[in-house]
T-cell receptor, first 113, second 114 residues
Framework: GENVEQHPSTLSVQEGDSAVIKCTYSDSASNYFPWYKQELGKGPQLIIDIRSNVGEKKDQRIAVTLNKTAKHFSLHITETQPEDSAVYFCAPGGGTSYGKLTFGQGTILTVHP | DGGITQSPKYLFRKEGQNVTLSCEQNLNHDAMYWYRQDPGQGLRLIYYSQIVNDFQKGDIAEGYSVSREKKESFPLTVTSAQKNPTAFYLC?????????????FGDGTRLSIL
């Protein structure tokens, strides 16, 4: 199955700073790379995703970059705000594990006002 | 609104009791999933179903059972064989079961032991 590692496990920044979370995966056949945000007591929600034919995708303050050769993709949040505080998960898919997804262990992001 | 509905929000289990968690979706998605989340942990896959009347074990299926008799419903039963059932349970669906589509999650059921 897919081995997924997510770093860092916790990240603390000041409001207005940038935050970067990295996800490394093992299955070279993976072709779908999403990031999910989970707020306290809620289910995760997709915030941005990218497919293997694209190197970077941006949506306002968030962006995802993909390095297929090195098998990692990263979430970038610029101009962080307190409401960005949450747990973020990656879950690379579309590879040989088919529907059996493996989620990263999560990154707790805290944005201090 | 389209989405995933999980019920109940909180559930308590007595020793030796089976309990069933409900998950319904009106997104017309083929695939549905059950995950377990322990405090400070990631999501671990219990069972998944790529199509009606079919399902597969995930990484931690022991002590759990599911059924998929209708496209919109994927109930999870936590049996008495699951010795440590206290956790946050999340249901999700996706357009297909290939792993290359976004997953839509419900807001979870928190299960505790009485």
């Amino acid at each position: 199955g897919e081995n997924v590692e997510q770093h860092p496990s916790t990240l603390s920044v000041q409001e207005g700073d940038s935050a970067v979370i990295k996800c490394t995966y093992s299955d070279s056949a993976s072709n779908y790379f999403p990031w999910y945000k989970q707020e306290l007591g809620k289910g995760p929600q997709l915030i941005i995703d990218i497919r293997s034919n694209v190197g970077e995708k941006k949506d306002q303050r968030i962006a995802v970059t993909l390095n297929k050769t090195a098998k990692h993709f990263s979430l970038h949040i610029t101009e962080t705000q307190p409401e960005d505080s949450a747990v973020y998960f990656c879950a690379p898919g579309g590879g040989t594990s088919y529907g059996k997804l493996t989620f990263g262990q999560g990154t707790i992001l805290t944005v201090h006002p | 609104d389209g989405g995933i509905t999980q019920s109940p929000k909180y559930l308590f289990r007595k020793e030796g009791q089976n309990v069933t968690l409900s998950c319904e979706q009106n997104l017309n998605h083929d695939a549905m999933y059950w995950y377990r989340q322990d405090p400070g942990q990631g999501l671990r896959l219990i069972y998944y179903s790529q199509i009606v009347n079919d399902f597969q074990k995930g990484d931690i299926a022991e002590g759990y059972s599911v059924s998929r008799e209708k496209k919109e419903s994927f109930p999870l039963t936590v049996t008495s064989a699951q010795k440590n059932p206290t956790a946050f349970y999340l249901c999700a669906s996706s357009f297909n079961g290939g792993g290359d589509q976004p997953q839509h999650f419900g807001d979870g059921t928190r299960l505790s032991i009485l």
